[in-house]
């Protein structure tokens, strides 16, 4: 490897990995905050008196109001998750990656302070603090997902291992739920969070490039506090990688997949890849999957209570860039499988079985971002990867505002019963199978001629 030393490279590797699991997704793990938020008297004045018991004050109250309002909260801040990677990545763009850092610990750490000192009095600042928990969280990923540049050949691999990441982060408010249990209160572990902040900025400073990553990368590459990554070096940088992109491309550029062995390549524009099939059909598959987790995220903690009851390879001389698009067609049909899995697991009304649904749902959504971020490296041109990651975040996140009226639908007219709601979102999900199929049947349309050649 040329540049950046090897053990200075898997500084910013590793480090960039424990910032991804410690704090960039949270927001995931919404439900084992609801339990601590729930039991701080957070919008009890919303629960009334369960009308049923006809009198008998010593039941359970009804506090749909309650849930919808956590539930609330989880849609706004689910939809800016994905909804700002969009213009988030048009900032890092511009603005570059000290900025952008700078940016996001700001955000972070402003939201971590404001839980840590709501109470139930200013349970609306949730309202507030979650959000920008969530873009602040976004760009940490977003400022992350360059470092696969340093890596070559594996960057596909470092990318959806970043994705993995970020979803395993979901963890970190469970361990907040169990160190609340063993007696350590919610400010202290979110003003912990909050002194983190002063690593992120070391980091920023010491581990991470002023600039862009390039790919790929020049020889002599540096970056870090003590490197040339200045103004200048940086406009030597761009220029050394122009010239390496047309090696590049060969693996990287679609358009081989459509052009034959010795034709010249096009590149190809920003809104062809947008309305290409290829990219619509994506666009479907991640906002299916997407949906059915989020609705389960938002409503998971509302469903064990009730549940409970009250208690709480190619053979043929294929082209480079069909072989890594058809190498993608096994995930896409392996992320579907799983959502299949866990939504007909979360449909079946048993409490023991939801231990199986928590786990298919945590495996389903590192598959499905990591997926996501890879096939968009593997199936379109390069240049283009940051802004057709952050317009299909952007649209899927309309779709997942569903969540909320879903959620309304199943506690209001369903009465608490969702099996009609699960029966029609699983339909939904088998229309995702359509999308690998469609990836398979096309690799092996642009195959056959070269195979007769």
Known sequence: MQGASLPLRMATLLTGLLECIGFAGVLFGWASLVFIFKTERYFESLCEPNATLMGNATGPA??????????LIFTVASFMNNFMTFPTGFIFDRF????????????????????????????????????????????????????????????STIITLYNGAFDSSSAVFLIIKL????????????????????????????LMPRGHIPYPLPPNYSYGLCSRDGPREEGKTATESQKLEPQSKASL????????????????????????????WHLVWLSVIQLWHYLFIGTFNSLLTILARGDQALGS???????????????????????????????????????????????????????????????????????????????SAVVSL????????????????????????????LLTFVHPFLVYRECRRQDRPQEVA
Not at 126 to 135: D, I, Q, R
């Open 62 to 71: 009804d506090c749909r109001a309650q849930d919808e309002q956590f539930s």
């Open 96 to 155: 570059k990656t000290t900025v952008t850092r700078l940016l996001a610990i700001f955000l972070y750490t402003s939201a971590t302070l404001i839980i840590a000192f709501t109470s139930a009095d200013s349970a609306m600042l949730l309202f507030l603090a979650m959000p920008m928990l969530t873009v602040g969280g976004i760009l940490f990923l977003i400022t992350n997902l360059q470092v696969g540049n340093l890596f070559g050949r594996h960057r």
């Open 179 to 206: 160190l609340y249990e063993w007696g350590v209160d919610l400010r202290s572990s979110f003003i912990f969070i909050s002194v983190c902040s002063a690593w992120h900025v070391g980091r920023t400073f010491l």
């Open 253 to 280: 550029s679609p358009k081989e997949e459509i052009s034959g062995p010795g034709q010249p390549q096009e590149p190809r524009s920003f809104w062809s890849c947008v309305f290409s099939r290829r990219y619509c």
């Open 317 to 395: 001389p294929a082209s480079a860039s069909v072989v890594a698009l058809s190498s993608a067609v096994p995930s896409l049909a392996l992320t579907s499988l799983l959502c299949l899995g866990f939504a007909l697991c979360a449909s079946v009304p048993v409490l023991p079985l939801q231990y199986v649904t928590f786990i298919l749902q945590v495996v389903s959504r590192s598959f499905l971002y990591g997926g996501n971020a890879a096939f968009l490296t593997l199936a379109f041109p390069s240049e283009h990867f940051g802004k057709l990651f952050g317009l299909v975040m952007a649209l």
């Open 402 to 429: 569903l969540q909320f009226p879903i959620f309304t639908l199943s506690k209001g007219p369903l009465k608490n019963d969702p099996f009609y709601v699960n029966v029609m979102l699983v339909l939904l999900t």
